[in-house]
């Protein structure tokens, strides 16, 4: 994690956030001089934040000592637009995706360089795999982040591959020049693919949800075991449930500004 040489100048909210944004995946739970390492802040200004921010709701204590994020936090979290909107209308027609396959099921958006998993579904013969709700994973080694990648703004894409991309698999494209010609690739035919370019074992197909010309308010992606090769009958349904999201996420629209 970088360290933050301007702490000391931060206000009190910005030395808040800053705490609440070392938690990740990774570090879930975390002692307070952790805390105030990952966060580069002097512990006593911890020690005071993080009362207010246990008394809050934002943090909660365990009972070993440490810290991790609060169920109120979490509560205001679902408020934001993605959560809301989008992942309900999206639910019921991955909960019919799910029935169908019994594979894992992904809604994820794109936020920065990062496909942020929105909701998932799984069931027990599932293949394994290391997105989760709320995680980032990178755009170019996932089914879902290759398909909001190739409907990007050009200039945004070019950004994208003038930055190092991240190896996740012997398999995930890191060559520019490669990992630009499978983004037309994926333009043109509608949807996305991957093999094992975000963990070994485990294969996807992705499809944009369609927006009236505008960038794809997310992606719908569906992954199963690598052994099972024939990803290319499951696009019409995924294509389906894709496009029905849209049409319902335009007609929510148009009622909104109907009744301004």
Same mark, same amino acid.
């Given at each position: 994690?970088?360290?933050?040489?301007?702490?000391?100048?931060?206000?009190?909210?910005?030395? $808040?956030?800053? %705490?609440?944004? &070392?938690?990740?995946?990774?570090?879930?739970?975390? /002692? %307070?001089?952790?805390?105030? @390492?990952?966060?580069?802040?002097?512990?006593?200004?911890?020690?005071?934040?993080?009362?207010?921010?246990?008394?809050?709701?934002?943090?909660?204590?365990?009972?070993?000592?440490?810290?991790?994020?609060?169920?109120?936090?979490?509560?205001?979290?679902?408020?934001?637009?993605?959560?809301?909107?989008? /992942?309900?209308?999206?639910?019921?027609?991955?909960?019919?995706?799910?029935?169908?396959? /019994?594979?894992?099921?992904? =809604?994820?958006?794109?936020?920065?360089?990062?496909?942020?998993?929105?909701?998932?579904?799984?069931?027990?013969?599932?293949?394994?795999?290391?997105?989760?709700?709320?995680?980032?994973?990178?755009?170019?080694?996932?089914?879902?982040?290759?398909?909001?990648?190739?409907? $990007?703004?050009?200039?945004?894409?070019?950004?994208?591959?003038? #930055?190092?991309?991240?190896?996740?698999?012997?398999?995930?494209?890191?060559?520019?020049?490669?990992?630009?010609?499978?983004?037309?690739?994926?333009?043109? #035919?509608?949807?996305?693919?991957?093999?094992?370019?975000?963990?070994?074992?485990?294969?996807? &197909?992705?499809?944009?949800?369609?927006?009236?010309?505008?960038?794809?308010?997310? $992606?719908?992606?569906?992954?199963?075991?690598?052994?099972?090769?024939?990803?290319?009958? =499951?696009?019409?349904?995924?294509?389906?449930?894709?496009?029905?999201?849209? @049409? @319902?996420?335009?007609?929510?629209?148009?009622?909104?500004?109907?009744?301004?």
């Amino acid at each position: 994690m970088a360290v933050d040489r301007d702490a000391p100048r931060r206000s009190m909210a910005g030395r $808040a956030l800053a %705490l609440l944004g &070392v938690f990740d995946a990774e570090h879930p739970r975390l /002692r %307070l001089t952790e805390l105030a @390492r990952r966060a580069d802040l002097p512990l006593p200004t911890v020690h005071r934040l993080v009362r207010e921010l246990v008394s809050w709701g934002a943090l909660q204590r365990d009972a070993d000592g440490s810290y991790g994020i609060g169920l109120r936090l979490w509560e205001a979290a679902t408020l934001a637009p993605v959560a809301g909107r989008l /992942r309900e209308v999206a639910l019921p027609f991955m909960q019919d995706l799910y029935e169908a396959t /019994r594979e894992n099921i992904h =809604l994820a958006v794109h936020d920065g360089f990062d496909a942020l998993y929105v909701e998932k579904l799984a069931g027990h013969r599932s293949v394994p795999i290391v997105s989760r709700t709320g995680a980032r994973l990178p755009l170019h080694a996932t089914g879902v982040g290759k398909a909001l990648l190739a409907r $990007a703004d050009p200039a945004f894409v070019r950004a994208y591959l003038e #930055r190092p991309l991240l190896r996740c698999t012997r398999y995930t494209i890191t060559e520019r020049a490669r990992l630009a010609r499978e983004l037309r690739a994926t333009a043109a #035919r509608g949807f996305a693919l991957t093999s094992e370019e975000m963990t070994l074992g485990s294969c996807s &197909v992705a499809v944009a949800i369609p927006a009236d010309g505008q960038e794809p308010p997310g $992606a719908l992606g569906i992954v199963v075991r690598s052994v099972r090769t024939d990803l290319h009958r =499951l696009v019409p349904d995924l294509r389906a449930a894709a496009e029905a999201i849209g @049409r @319902r996420l335009d007609d929510l629209a148009h009622r909104a500004v109907r009744s301004t």
